[in-house]
């Protein structure tokens, strides 16, 4: 089989596995097992503790003892292994645990797949820079592909979502087995301290104002990645409580309107050289940032009739928000370090703003929604205003059917219903993007340098 198709394939599959439960797993936390939200804020703080050391163990593994195709087979089946048991888990606490421990295993791959490519596409005697970019976009079109393929066999609310994305791993570990051999390449110099394998050094660049600037904006940035990843799809979802749009597309299709973000994502990859020649990476930064104050104020006045359009602008946006940052940001380290430390201060980026950054998101926003902008219905008269019905509406009816809660004679549901206030939750996400980027305009002071004119006419052509 061609090289190309065998790297694209593997591409795919790498994405698919993840977006098959990533997007969905609030609806599974939320809607299937009712677990409390505050809790919810620490599933997706699993990847940025995993992104924090697993990546460079991963790493200094394949580059002095194993085969990186060998390496990245065996963490699939593992991850594999790990989602086939997610169902069984009957408590927050173990879900937590065994995510993070699926998310130990699946975060190194992302950069172990990039390295399988290179490895592979150098030895076949093609260019990495112009091949690579569309093999990798299939990663995105795999994970689009999961995210529909959830919704459509219903499966975005139960245990089956693991079960696609496990089957998916199991199929591309046993499939890495087969992919040209990337041997060791015992770059690692074995006088290295363990600051050094680790690449903790990097730290230093802290000592440079600007610098520790960029990589301290990075974090809070980084912090809002994660939240529309998080509680985007429950948040379309959720407007079934609201007899009058219990049966529009928006509540059926949830996830597959998500997935327009992720097709905006692949389309605004093209247009970043363009905004970079013509604003410069300073002011691409915050049209980044602008654009995640777009993304969360359009959920917050959106809903599924009058006004679907500001939930599709926020999807669109999206791709806006995430590419300008990373691609720019990514521009900024390259063009700012020497060549002796751009390596670790490329992964200092991404630690910051995947790692620190996910975590730090994840953890406030779950214990903030759960405090600020959640409320327990005990009484179903109560529930009824809140949504505008009576105890006769068949869709607010079904809907309890749905979660599990019989009405009793008297008007009390058997368990509290946790109803979510998502115009001020997203208004707050809006406010604090919109604080970031003012704040980043303020203080982070720049100007053009000759490397960064070089670097951007390099990706102009």
């Known amino acids: 089989m061609n090289i190309k198709i065998r790297l694209t394939l593997m591409n795919f599959m790498q994405f698919f596995v993840w977006g098959a439960?990533?997007?969905?797993?609030?609806?599974?936390?939320?809607?299937?097992?009712?677990?409390?939200?505050?809790?919810?804020?620490?599933?997706?703080?699993?990847?940025?503790?995993?992104?924090?050391?697993?990546?460079?163990?991963t790493g200094i593994i394949a580059d002095k003892w194993i085969n990186a195709e060998k390496l990245y087979g065996i963490l699939h089946v593992l991850y594999a292994a790990t989602l086939f048991y997610i169902p069984q888990v009957e408590t927050p606490n173990q879900f937590f645990w065994t995510i993070f421990l699926a998310m130990c295993f699946y975060m190194p791959t992302i950069s172990l797949s990039n390295s399988i490519s290179y490895s592979t596409l150098k030895s076949s005697d093609l260019d990495v820079v112009k091949d690579f970019p569309p093999i990798r976009v299939w990663g995105t079109i795999g994970f689009i592909a999961a995210m529909w393929i959830t919704n459509l066999t219903g499966s975005k609310a139960s245990a089956n979502q693991f079960y696609i994305a496990g089957v998916a791993a199991?199929?591309?570990?046993?499939?890495?087995?087969?992919?040209?051999?990337?041997?060791?390449?015992?770059?690692?110099?074995?006088?290295?301290?363990?600051?050094?394998?680790?690449?903790?050094?990097?730290?230093?660049?802290?000592?440079?104002?600007?610098?520790?600037?960029?990589?301290?904006?990075?974090?809070?940035?980084?912090?809002?990645?994660q939240l529309t990843n998080a509680y985007g799809d429950v948040f379309l979802d959720e407007f079934k409580l609201f007899p009058i749009y219990a049966e529009s597309f928006v509540i059926k299709y949830s996830?597959?309107?998500?997935?327009?973000?992720?097709?905006?994502?692949?389309?605004?990859?093209?247009?970043?050289?363009f905004f970079l020649k013509r604003f410069g990476i300073k002011r691409v930064?915050?049209?980044?940032?602008?654009?995640?104050?777009?993304?969360?104020?359009?959920?917050?006045?959106?809903?599924?009739?009058?006004?679907?359009?500001?939930?599709?602008?926020?999807?669109?946006?999206?791709?806006?928000?995430?590419?300008f940052f990373n691609i720019s940001g990514s521009l900024f380290v390259e063009t700012s370090t020497t060549p002796k430390t751009r390596s670790s201060a490329q992964g200092l980026f991404m630690m910051m703003t995947n790692g620190f950054g996910a975590v730090?998101?994840?953890?406030?926003s779950g214990w903030m929604i759960q405090k600020y902008f959640t409320k327990a219905y005990t009484n179903i008269q109560s529930l009824a205003d809140h949504v505008k019905a009576t105890t006769t509406d068949p869709h607010l009816l079904k809907f309890l059917e749905d979660k599990g809660i019989s009405v009793s004679g008297n008007g009390d549901l058997s368990r509290a219903l946790d109803v979510k206030d998502w115009h001020n939750i997203w208004l707050s996400f809006t406010i604090y993007a919109l604080a970031i980027t003012i704040l980043f305009m303020i203080f982070f002071k720049h100007k053009h340098?000759?490397?960064?004119?070089?670097?951007?006419?390099?990706?102009?052509?």
């Not at 390449?185 to 600037?213: V, W």
């Not at 340098?449 to 052509?461: D, G, L, S, Y």
Request: charged residues 10%.
């Open 21 to 57: 439960w990533l997007i969905t797993i609030a609806n599974y936390w939320f809607g299937t097992k009712q677990w409390d939200g505050a809790q919810f804020g620490l599933i997706f703080a699993t990847m940025g503790f995993a992104s924090l050391f697993m990546p460079t163990i």
């Open 255 to 273: 996830t597959i309107i998500m997935s327009i973000s992720q097709v905006s994502e692949t389309l605004f990859i093209l247009a970043i050289p």
């Open 360 to 364: 730090l998101g994840s953890v406030v």
């Open 449 to 461: 340098t000759k490397a960064e004119e070089k670097a951007i006419e390099a990706i102009t052509h």
């Open 285 to 323: 930064m915050v049209i980044a940032m602008l654009a995640w104050v777009f993304r969360f104020g359009f959920f917050a006045y959106g809903d599924p009739q009058g006004n679907l359009w500001m939930i599709i602008f926020s999807c669109i946006v999206y791709g806006m928000a995430f590419d």
């Open 170 to 225: 199991l199929a591309l570990g046993i499939y890495a087995f087969s992919l040209p051999k990337c041997p060791p390449s015992k770059l690692i110099e074995e006088k290295s301290t363990i600051t050094q394998k680790f690449g903790l050094d990097a730290f230093k660049l802290f000592a440079n104002y600007k610098m520790a600037l960029f990589f301290i904006f990075s974090m809070f940035l980084g912090g809002a990645l």
